[in-house]
């Protein structure tokens, strides 16, 4: 049973326009989200996160939407860059834990 | 910083030997995560050190799986005997403390059991 479910395994973008990754999660216990992006041959390193008393957190290009009604956390990336073409993980985790529930990952090919 | 420094980073064995992973977390660093990477269930947490113990070993898949921690720099994960379905991407994360939320990946084991 998969608590956090990245349904779109790949997403292609034109550069300079908006990436958006999304994120489902079944259980509202969770209370804090990560995003991280792996290139090939290299482990996933963290990119962004957001706490459930948020409902938004921007760093640069780089903003994460959360809606707990919906249990659903999106990533946005403008502009994307080719260099943004990785495979991007959301995970997440329930107060007082340090287990972190990872999704399968969606691979984002940005073109030039 | 060196970051977590994970060997071998490929490893091809027949069914049936005894595979060793081995970990180096980042220094000063108090927390421990392997993790095993497939294309269907994505990164799974298989065990968690704290302070070189072990607090959750339950998603370790069976018994042919173990991992020690003897000190604080040096960790490994044992597989034996290995299995063609163990074959996987294998990661070793560390963190500063229980507390902190962020997880610091080493570059991973790409495991092959023939």
């Known amino acids: 049973d998969q608590q956090v479910k990245q349904n779109s395994p790949s997403l292609s973008v034109q550069e300079g326009r908006i990436s958006i990754l999304n994120c489902d999660y079944t259980?509202?216990?969770?209370?804090?989200f990560l995003w991280y992006k792996k290139y090939p041959a290299e482990g996933p390193t963290f990119l962004i996160s957001?706490?459930?008393?948020?409902d938004k957190n921007e760093d640069g290009r780089f903003t994460v939407f959360l809606n707990k009604s919906a249990k659903h956390l999106s990533l946005h990336i403008v502009p994307s860059q080719p260099g943004d073409s990785a495979v991007y993980f959301c995970?997440?985790?329930?107060?007082?834990?340090?287990?972190?529930?990872f999704g399968t990952g969606t691979r984002l090919k940005v073109l030039a | 910083d060196a970051g977590v420094i994970q060997s071998p980073r490929h490893e091809v064995t027949e069914m049936g030997q005894e595979v060793t992973l081995r970990c180096k977390p980042i220094?000063?660093?108090?927390?421990l995560f392997w993790y095993r990477q497939t294309m269907m269930r994505g990164l799974e947490l298989l065990i968690y050190?704290?302070?070189?113990?072990?607090?959750?070993d339950s998603g370790m898949p069976e018994d042919r799986f173990s991992a020690k921690m003897p000190n604080a720099s040096f960790s490994t994960l044992k597989i034996q005997p290995s299995e063609p379905r163990d074959s996987a991407v294998y990661f070793c994360?560390?963190?500063?403390?229980?507390?902190?939320?962020?997880?610091?990946f080493g570059p991973g084991t790409r495991l092959t059991v023939t």
């Open positions: 259980n509202s216990m969770f209370d804090y």
């Open positions: 994360a560390s963190s500063p403390g229980q507390a902190t939320y962020e997880q610091y």
């Open positions: 050190f704290n302070n070189n113990v072990p607090i959750d």
């Open positions: 220094s000063g660093h108090n927390s």
């Open positions: 995970a997440a985790r329930s107060s007082g834990t340090y287990k972190y529930i």
């Open positions: 957001i706490s459930s008393i948020k």
